[in-house]
């Protein structure tokens, strides 16, 4: 009997990490909107992303196996410098362990006590919309490079001669203060 190959975007988490299973792929960049809506438009045709997803059930003592995903994924993508307002290459490395529970309030509470990532196991997952959400939350919030490639631009005043020396705000009452020799 021949087993049906298991397909990412509507992957059975319960039956996958219970046979053990592992999965690997790349999809298109331009596949995954949300994130290539993200970052900027000129992506090369080629850009992909690499991702592996394996599956394990932990056994517990005296209770039901915990059912857990181990998810990695690699993309490069492109973002605008917040300094220098250039292009820049952003590699996104995404190495994640999930954790999947039957009842969503247990999901819930687990996950906001725990530092592992809790989700509610459903009857089928799209694992390219848990990629995309991984590596949308991957994404530096101000991205910049450590040294721009090109020299910031100065304004062409501050170029021109540094600002003049303003007097100290107390010196008129300094001079106020001292008393002329008589």
């Known amino acids: 009997m021949a087993t049906k190959p298991t397909e990412p975007r509507r992957l059975d988490v319960a039956s996958f990490t219970a046979a053990g299973g592992e999965l690997a792929g790349e999809w298109p960049l331009a596949a995954l909107d949300r994130l290539a809506g993200s970052v900027l438009g000129a992506e090369p045709p080629g850009a992909t992303i690499h991702w592996q997803a394996e599956g394990e059930q932990r056994p517990v003592t005296g209770g039901e196996a915990e059912i857990w995903l181990h998810l990695t ?34 999901a819930e509470a687990l996950d906001t006590e725990l530092e592992d990532d809790v989700l509610e196991l459903e009857r089928q997952m799209d694992l390219r919309e848990l990629v995309e959400d991984e590596l949308l939350l991957a994404l530096p919030l101000v991205p910049r490079h450590e040294e721009c490639p090109q020299p910031l631009p100065m304004g062409s005043e501050a170029a021109e001669s540094p600002a003049p020396e303003r007097p100290h705000p107390f010196a008129a009452l300094e001079k106020l203060k001292k008393k002329p020799d008589a």
């Open 73 to 106: 994924a690699q993309a490069c993508v492109s973002m605008r410098c917040q300094r220098c307002l250039g292009p820049m290459a952003v590699p996104l490395d995404l190495d994640h362990w999930f954790r999947f529970v039957r009842d969503p309030a247990l």
